[in-house]
């Protein structure tokens, strides 16, 4: 799309976990200056605000730790959830009445929270940078960034990206009815519950999740396409969903190749917070023997977590796979955020099964990736994890102590290729595309 270039926007994240700044990712392709503001930890923030911010941070990454703690971990998680708990769809009501962690952001607002961000954006946005004579849109990949922007007034456009399957009240702002913020939402399920919370429906466009370009190509999916097309060939050992469903390949692939390039590869992907390392360490200690023969190759990511690369690097040195490392075993690990994203959107052009707790990755099943589900962390995540099993291509992992056994199971039975096909096919792949469209034409 030649507008990509040309298009210019403030594109806003923070830095708690992975799942803001991975949304933002991809939309630095016409970010101004190509670069994303994190509004937790900009350049030039000011002490209060710094200090709001990472109180929150610093207690929920500590809180996904202590999950894991018997009990007591659970209990403490089960009481801070509840304020993110998002609410039964069914009967259909008025939910846009805010509840009081909404009143709350807005009571910091008040105070001050958020003005110095706002106003840093509003002085940036010199004549040079506008957008026909207005000041460049605001795409918060979080919702307390757009709802500062309105609150200090802020001239231009403000987006709010979804990264979720469905999402609480605090995502509306505290009066919906009149906000000039416009969502862009993954799926129809968010489109009805922002309707709930009062959004105009003129405010909310059904774009899909945007997923990173390297993995897609341009709208018409080649890279995306050839990707698949290899995988369903390692996921299909019997030929089993082929010989059921070989026309539906050729309609949407035009085929497989004659031979694969590589094993059957397992990327396992370890939370922003460090949680679920040790599912990792069972994976290795199960899958040992098929690592050695070249059966299988596995992917730890440990994102930008030194500690839980460590941690798997004494893994495969206490399982005696040193020999394999780099070759059938291998470590994503980087301090900076945004090559390990790189590195990570690279690892999965050639990963045939994803395995990870049900966060925004799991829109990342249209690239047509089974998803192996690790327990969910939060509220949110169960309906991240509902909606992957009503798509039909993921499902709950099983004991990771015998993943040896039910993984290839699965493998023979030819279901992750059709997990694989279901993913691509009911899975929306353009988000990308249909963001950008409404950012420079303000309609799908």
């Known amino acids: 799309m030649t507008n990509f270039i040309k298009q210019k926007a403030w594109i806003v994240s923070v830095n708690m976990g992975y799942g803001h700044q991975r949304t933002a990712y991809p939309l630095k392709l016409f970010a101004f200056k190509r670069k994303i503001v994190n509004a937790n930890s900009y350049q030039g923030i000011s002490f209060g605000d710094q200090k709001i911010w990472s109180s929150s941070k610093n207690f929920y990454e500590f809180i996904s730790r202590f999950k894991r703690v018997p009990i007591i971990g659970h209990l403490c998680f089960s009481l801070y959830d509840r304020y993110q708990r998002i609410l039964s769809f069914y009967p259909k009501r008025d939910l846009s009445k805010p509840d009081s962690s909404l009143k709350n952001f807005y009571s910091l607002f008040r105070k001050g929270w958020g003005r110095d961000l706002i106003e840093k954006l509003k002085r940036a946005s010199l004549p040079s940078a506008q957008v026909d004579g207005q000041a460049i ?36 702002p505290l009066m919906p ?17 922002l309707k709930l919370y009062g959004v105009d429906s ?16 341009s709208e018409k999916l080649e890279i995306l396409k050839g990707d698949l097309a290899e995988r369903l060939l390692i996921l299909d050992p019997k030929k089993k969903y082929f010989q059921r469903y070989q026309s539906l390949i050729k309609r949407y692939l035009g085929g497989l190749p004659k031979k694969a390039t590589r094993p059957l590869t397992l990327t396992f992907a370890v939370g922003g917070a460090g949680a679920q390392k040790e599912i990792g360490a069972k994976i290795l200690k199960s899958l040992r023997d098929k690592i050695k023969e070249g059966k299988i190759k596995i992917i730890l990511v440990a994102g930008t977590r030194a500690k839980v690369n460590e941690y798997f690097l004494k893994q495969i040195k206490d399982l005696g796979l040193e020999d394999s490392f780099n070759k059938n075993v291998e470590i994503i690990f980087k ?4 090559e390990y ?54 499902t709950m992992q099983e004991d990771p102590n015998y993943t040896n056994e039910w993984l290839f199971d699965l493998l023979d039975s030819g279901w992750l290729a059709e997990a694989a096909m279901e993913g691509f096919i009911e899975g929306e792949k353009r988000g990308i595309f249909n963001i950008q469209k409404v950012i420079h034409s303000g309609k799908l």
Do not use: H
Request: hydrophobic content about 45%.
């Open 137 to 172: 849109p605001i795409i918060s990949t979080f919702f307390i960034p757009a709802f500062m922007a309105e609150f200090f007034r802020y001239p231009g456009n403000i987006f709010c990206v979804v990264c979720d399957a469905d999402i609480a009240r605090p995502w509306a």
């Open 177 to 193: 009815f009149s906000s000039k913020i416009k969502y862009f939402v993954p799926n129809e399920r968010v489109v009805e519950r």
């Open 341 to 394: 994203f790189e590195s990570f959107n690279l690892a999965l052009r050639k990963t045939d099964i994803l395995w990870t707790k049900p966060s925004e990755l799991s829109f990342y099943t249209a690239l047509g990736l089974p998803i192996v589900l690790a327990p969910c962390i939060g509220s949110q995540e169960n309906f991240n994890r509902d909606w992957l099993l009503r798509l039909g291509s993921a």
């Open 202 to 217: 003129e405010n909310i466009f059904l774009t899909g999740y945007p997923l990173p370009l390297e993995n897609i190509g």
């Open 335 to 338: 301090e900076e955020i945004g």
